[in-house]
């Protein structure tokens, strides 16, 4: 990136100046003598008619003007640079959103985390009760279907009746697991 003050360039106008009059904010106002070279074409263009800031010029490493931006990629930024926003220096690399930190050294160790966080939050709430049907497997009929359709989920309280082979009540996960 370059960027100067130039105090008589060859022509007063860069390919972006339009040369009408127009109305131009103070800050733009400010920086009509601050000129930036494209990186790629090398063509000189004021700041203001880019509508650039002279401390925005300052903080570009690379900069590439409109018409080689679309082959070559937008602008960049110097690394690490900081700029000064409403008298807050802030990264220019750094997210304003809370992040929820992670301890590596637990995770090297095999921990992840308090597991009961959830349940907690999940009994701080309050739920509504189901609304499905319950029945009986032996009332499971394809004319109950035909009836009631199956739009929405329904609940077998007890599955004597379905014609069909269920797992014991003591089965767990684990078996499964082991089993699949």
């Known amino acids: 990136m370059s960027s100067t003050q130039?105090?008589?360039?060859?022509?007063?106008?860069?390919?972006l100046c339009d040369n009408k009059p127009r109305f131009m904010p103070l800050w733009l106002q400010e920086n009509t003598e601050t000129w930036i070279k494209c990186d790629i074409c090398l063509v000189w263009c004021h700041a203001a008619c880019l509508k650039l800031p002279t401390e925005e010029c300052e903080r570009i490493d690379e900069y590439h003007c409109p018409k080689c931006a679309i082959s070559h990629g937008p602008s960049t930024c110097k690394q690490n640079y900081h700029i000064k926003i409403r008298k807050n220096i802030i990264n220019l690399r750094k997210s304003l959103r809370e992040h929820s930190?992670?301890?590596?050294?637990d995770l090297e160790n095999g921990l992840t985390g308090n597991p009961y966080k959830w349940k907690r939050v999940l009994d701080s709430k309050s739920f509504v009760n189901h609304k499905f049907p319950k029945i009986r497997g032996d009332q499971l009929t394809l004319d109950w279907i035909r009836t009631f359709g199956l739009d929405e989920p329904i609940i077998i309280d007890n599955p004597e009746g379905l014609e069909m082979k269920m797992p014991s009540k003591d089965i767990t996960v684990s078996y499964i697991a082991a089993t699949v």
């Open 6 to 15: 130039v105090d008589t360039p060859q022509a007063d106008n860069c390919p």
């Open 101 to 105: 930190r992670i301890n590596y050294a």
